[in-house]
């Protein structure tokens, strides 16, 4: 089979129009994401149910521990369905890797208990369907990336090989780590914050994966929407049951006071990297080390001994392009009231709560 060119199927630029959030514009999707790891088409295939929650993030920001924490208050705490391991209760829907499109369109129709996906998609990439429910997590770019770094040093010869050669790539392969020439955490962090993908050719950052920015700015947008809750890594790691409690009240599901203190202590840092196995796709197969490399150190400001204070600089000159009070909530989870216009719809979902 001919090898693809970097640029032979790489879809268009096109303009989203952010002023719309009603339902006939966000229900289509609007842009086309195409790359050794993509194939957002993958959800023209979905067919949404009322008890779909879809989590959303750019990556390394949480995306496995709120899977964890959704599942657990779907399933009460019990196993997963069937004794399956997370990646196959709750796949990455949009990934282009594994399993034929056909067949994971079926066995996630054949599921008949309440659904949980996972996205790495700009919400403009995906159909925003008002019946569901979107988890948006974010974290520190910075401490995504670091974390990103641990993840791509890591994964291994084979599942690089079968990621360039499965059929239907478009663009160039993912790189090896030493690949690049002279690369270290410093050289990777500027080629990260001034590169884009070239099969995403509308953004500017994100290098050797997709734009952390732009994915952040798309979810940012539809914040005041009802069906949608962001989440954000700083608040999980310091209140985790309170934070709990706010995603059991977005999903309606009423906390049962019996089993919840072990529901908690099974979505701790601890205990996934004890049972890594259960949490890391395909087992931990992708990665040198096993699960327990995908799930590493759970921490934040690692990038403080890496970054030098010129790179700080240009990381937070990126950020400030983002919308009004955005990269305020990037770096600390917190809103800025005066700047929010979701911050009434958060407050009332955590009302409900009580």
Known sequence: MPEPSDTEGIPSPVDVDWTRVDED??????????????????????TPRDTDVIVCTAYKSGT?????????????????????????????????IGEPREDKMAALEAQTHPRCLKTHLPSDALPIHPQCKYIYVARDGR????SMLNHWKNTNDETLDVRYEKPGRVGPPMPRWTDIEDIDESKAFDMWLSQGWPSHPWETDGWPW?????????????????????VHFNKLKKDL???????????????????????VERCTFEHMKEHAHLFAPAGGRVWEGGAKTFINKG???????????????????????????????????KFIDSEDIGRKPLADSLAIGG
């Open 25 to 46: 514009y966000l229900k289509k999707r609007h842009r086309t994401y195409l790359s050794v790891l993509f194939d957002s088409t993958y959800w023209d295939d979905w």
């Open 241 to 263: 049951p309170g934070e709990m409690r706010r995603v059991a009240a977005f999903l309606n599901i009423p906390i049962d006071e019996t089993i919840f203190d072990e529901q």
């Open 210 to 230: 997709w734009s952390l920015f732009t994915n952040v700015e798309s979810w940012w947008h539809l914040r005041g929407l009802p069906n949608v809750l962001f």
């Open 299 to 333: 921490t934040n400001g690692r990038w403080k001994d890496v970054l030098t204070p010129e790179q700080v600089i240009r990381y937070e000159a990126k950020a400030a392009t983002l919308p009004p009070g955005c990269a305020h909530w990037l770096a600390t989870g």
């Open 64 to 96: 496995t521990w709120m899977q964890q924490i959704v599942c657990q208050l779907l399933f009460k705490g019990e196993a997963y369905p069937g004794g399956k391991a997370m990646h196959e209760i709750s796949p990455w829907l949009d990934c282009r």
């Open 143 to 146: 401490d995504a990336f670091m």
